[in-house]
């Protein structure tokens, strides 16, 4: 169980970093938020390159996903990983659940930050 960061590097690719949340004022003071969805991605179905429509964290509840990247890399996000997704830019990511249960996640829709 982990928190991460998805984001589009300086090379226009998706990557991800590992959040210490002890160390993340961001995280600790709140963020606003306009909704949360609940979904259920099957196991096998790849959804291939998409960047993120928005700024959203997304939190497995149960099962795995599997995140490609744009450096070719690969990433398993389980139950209890919490993701900030903000490479809403670029190419984007891969996804696809693994493993032999559906992967279900709430994913928590930030608001505009204008």
């Known amino acids: 169980m982990g928190t991460y960061r998805m984001f589009t590097d300086n090379n226009n690719l998706s990557t991800w970093e590992k959040i210490n949340i002890e160390h993340s004022l961001e995280w600790q003071d709140g963020i606003d938020t306009s909704q949360i969805k609940f979904d259920s991605r099957a196991v096998g179905i790849l959804q291939d390159w998409h960047p993120a429509p928005r700024r959203q964290f997304v939190i497995i509840l149960s099962g795995q996903l599997e ?4 450096d070719g890399t690969k990433k398993i996000f389980g139950p209890g990983d919490a993701r900030l997704v903000e ?6 990511h891969t996804t696809i659940a693994i493993g032999n249960e ?3 996640t709430a994913t928590i829709v930030l608001k505009n930050q204008n």
Not at 87 to 92: H, N, P, V
């Open 87 to 92: 490479d809403i830019t670029g190419k984007g």
């Open 102 to 104: 559906p992967c279900i």
């Open 67 to 70: 995140i490609g990247f744009g």
